[in-house]
């Protein structure tokens, strides 16, 4: 049975004990999924029911559990999806007894910013919405735009946390569809923060501040990711204490993402929502990752792989393995 | 009016002598998005980018993201406490190049609303009508209609003229360049451009023409106004189409008609600025009042504001014809739409609101 047949019985098996079942359904053309919530069995047909399949499932939907707190809440998660669901729950942000997790081998999906760069860059029609018709075949994905058809590599167009993905498999689920994929032989480099830091701190500068200088503070960013939890107490909304000033300042709009970037440091799963989520393209993820790294190495955690565990910002060893004390 | 032809090789030339008079805002690709950049006379010149429709709206030309309305210092002349208030000095005329029909359609939903239209004409905006008397708006036509577009919906077209000061079409080798306006015309008014030949106006009609005919036909949403009246009171659905909802900010920031702010005093020491910034209904903190209440603190409860306001609220107050549907306060542009993490669509909200979802829809 394919994937998404399984995944629709998993569905419809679900959806009389809980709430409603989150998911992605067709949004408003071949390339945009949207989140769907399936509350009714007829609901159910509309999943995954765009030409990109699980390909287009980009966003997080562990996102809504919060807001649904004391529901009982189904969710399909992709590997990361799951790591976050971990990690609400590890913060006691949601409690596990009133999510029901659907699991399968997530495959990668689509970066739209990505596939946004290369039609600017070679082809005629030069947005994702000029494109009328998809068609994904195996590792290749065809678009018709302007009467032309353009042919992708999937690899190419796929989000850049899909590679590296250590975990396909969701982490945690009640319920699985399909055959694990294999991710043993996956490693993460970190060659993309590497790559920054081989640049001098000068020119690092003058990256961030070319970049944050079309942010418009819509906080998509902020709103999108799971984990981000002061929500309308929000450090750049405060205007007593006031933190970040209601100037167009490019340096304190920088500033947000780096308050962002530490509240979410030893929490952050690298779902890469932040980024996905903003409308101008802003790469904060590399931002996020940076500390995530710093986390991995010193207090080798990675956010979101169990729940038992306490983030390690969250609590203090009175003896930590890789700090070394001053000696005085 | 004058019709002017401009080739592509001269065009970076002919903005940045246009920066020599106005502030210039032109299209530019950054990352993966295309934005409003201001085009520095002192730089090389750049080509603007003309062949993505912009992330963004234009609105920030006429109303900034973020702006000082005045300065204040406190002093104690004779040793009572006082305050000194500085006015900001006047901006610079500002000329926007390429943006499409439909930003230029949004600053109409602006104008009445900063004209005092509230208030019968008592109060008005004057930081926003200085600039928008001085500004010049240099549309272009737009080549193909992008999957999120729908201006014909609310009487827009991509080669609309209206609040155009100049209409611009691309040919293959330059673009035409038609004065709508007396502002228009003086601005094309250049050594650098020529006068159009008569093929070039009769390519740029045919341009414009296949434009019109690439654009689907449109939905028809009047009586939208008394539809989501109709919708106020029903939680379920507002809170099925606001279930995906992030409550972010980016279909407001980029909207070309949402023209909402916060005021915030800034101060540093004795010395402070009265700041003017973009706000966002669809933020919890829009409608927080002092007192902990927060009449609209659930996400549908926003959503339905966003939407009622620009397909009931506002045309319920800017009627249009007699007889007619007000002036809805939605230019058709789509960015709401295209930047919404979610998908949220827009047109899907009104046309069930009506009862008539478009075919297609999901
Ligand atoms: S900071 Fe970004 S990558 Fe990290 S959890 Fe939040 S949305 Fe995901
Ligand atoms: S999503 Fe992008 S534009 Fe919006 S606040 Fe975040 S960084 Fe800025
Ligand atoms: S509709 Fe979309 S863009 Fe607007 S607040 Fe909701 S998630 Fe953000
Ligand atoms: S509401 Fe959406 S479609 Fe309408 S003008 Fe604003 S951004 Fe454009």
């Known amino acids: 049975m394919a994937l998404r047949e399984q995944l629709k019985k998993m569905i419809l098996e679900v959806l009389p004990g809980v709430d409603c079942v989150i998911g992605w359904g067709a949004g408003y053309d071949a390339l945009h999924a949207a989140p769907l919530f399936m509350r009714a069995p007829e609901d159910v047909e509309r999943f995954l029911s765009g030409p990109l399949g699980a390909f287009g499932a980009v966003q997080n939907p562990a996102l809504f559990l919060p807001e649904l707190a004391g529901k009982k809440i189904g969710l399909v998660v992709k590997g990361c999806d799951s790591r976050s669901v971990v990690q609400l729950a590890a913060e006691n942000l949601i409690k596990r007894e009133e999510v029901v997790i659907i699991g399968f081998p997530c495959e990668g999906v689509i970066d739209l910013h990505k596939l946004r760069n290369k039609l600017a860059a070679h082809f005629v029609v030069n947005e994702p919405g000029g494109v009328t018709a998809v068609n994904l075949a195996g590792d290749h994905l065809a678009l018709t735009a302007g009467g032309q058809e353009y042919t992708f590599k999937r690899d190419e167009i796929m989000a850049d946390k899909c590679p590296r993905c250590r975990e396909p498999n969701a982490v945690i689920s009640d319920c699985f569809a399909g055959i694990e994929r294999r991710a043993d032989n996956i490693a993460d480099d970190y060659e993309d923060i590497a790559a920054l830091e081989r640049m001098s701190l000068e020119d690092r500068f003058r990256f961030w501040e070319q970049e944050m200088s079309r942010c418009v503070r819509c906080y998509a960013c902020r709103n999108a990711c799971p984990l981000c939890v002061c929500r309308d107490h929000c450090a750049g909304a405060s205007r007593d204490p006031h933190w970040l000033t209601q100037a167009d300042s490019t340096r304190d709009k920088f500033m947000f993402q780096l308050i962002h970037t530490l509240h979410l440091a030893g929490r952050c799963t690298g779902c890469g929502e932040c980024q996905r989520a903003c409308p101008l393209g802003i790469p904060v993820l590399l931002l996020k990752r940076s500390l995530g790294r710093a986390v991995e190495e010193m207090f080798d955690y990675r956010a979101g792989l169990d729940t038992e565990a306490k983030p390690p910002l969250l609590t203090f060893r009175v003896e930590e393995r890789k700090i070394k004390e001053r000696e005085w | ?362």
């Open chain 2, 1 to 362: 009016m004058d019709a002017k032809f401009i080739s592509r090789g001269q065009l970076p030339e002919w903005l940045r002598s246009l920066a020599a008079r106005f502030a210039v805002l032109a299209p530019a690709r950054a990352g993966s998005s295309v934005i409003y950049r201001p085009v520095d006379p002192e730089a090389p010149p750049r080509q603007p980018e003309l062949a993505v429709k912009p992330t963004e709206s234009a609105k920030r030309a006429l109303f900034p993201l973020s702006e000082a309305l005045l300065t204040f210092v406190k002093n104690q002349p004779d040793g009572k406490p006082g305050l000194e208030l500085r006015e900001t000095p006047p901006p610079r005329p500002c000329l926007v190049f390429g943006l499409p029909s439909c930003d230029a359609r949004g600053f109409l939903v602006f104008d009445p609303v900063y004209a005092g239209s509230g208030t019968a004409g008592k109060f008005q905006d004057n930081y926003y009508l200085r600039r928008r008397e001085q500004a010049v708006l240099i549309v272009k036509t737009c080549p193909r209609p992008l999957s999120t577009c729908f201006c014909n919906w609310v009487g827009g077209g991509p080669a609309s003229t209206e609040g155009a000061d100049v209409l611009a079409t691309e040919l293959k080798d330059g673009l035409v360049l038609e004065a709508l306006t007396g502002k228009g015309a003086r601005v094309l008014d250049s050594a650098l451009l020529r006068p159009a030949a008569d093929e070039q106006l009769t390519a740029a009609a045919q341009s414009r023409a296949a434009s019109e005919a690439a654009m689907p036909p449109p939905v028809d949403i009047s009586g939208c106004a008394r539809a989501l009246r109709g919708k106020f009171d029903s939680a379920g659905f507002w809170q099925g189409h606001s279930a995906g909802c992030l409550s972010c900010g980016a279909c407001t920031c980029l909207c070309p008609t949402c023209y909402c702010f916060d005021l915030s005093d800034e101060e540093r020491g004795s010395r402070g600025v009265r700041l003017r910034s973009w706000d966002s209904c669809m933020l919890p903190l829009f409608t927080q009042e002092t007192g902990g209440h927060n009449p609209r603190a659930a996400k549908a409860a926003r959503l339905r504001n966003r939407i009622s306001h620009k397909f009931s609220f506002y045309p319920d107050l800017h009627p249009s014809l007699p007889g007619q549907d007000g002036h809805i306060a939605c230019c058709g542009c789509g960015r709401c739409i295209r930047s919404c993490p979610s998908a949220v669509d827009i047109r899907r909200i009104v046309t069930e609101a009506l009862g008539t979802a478009a075919e297609g829809a999901e």
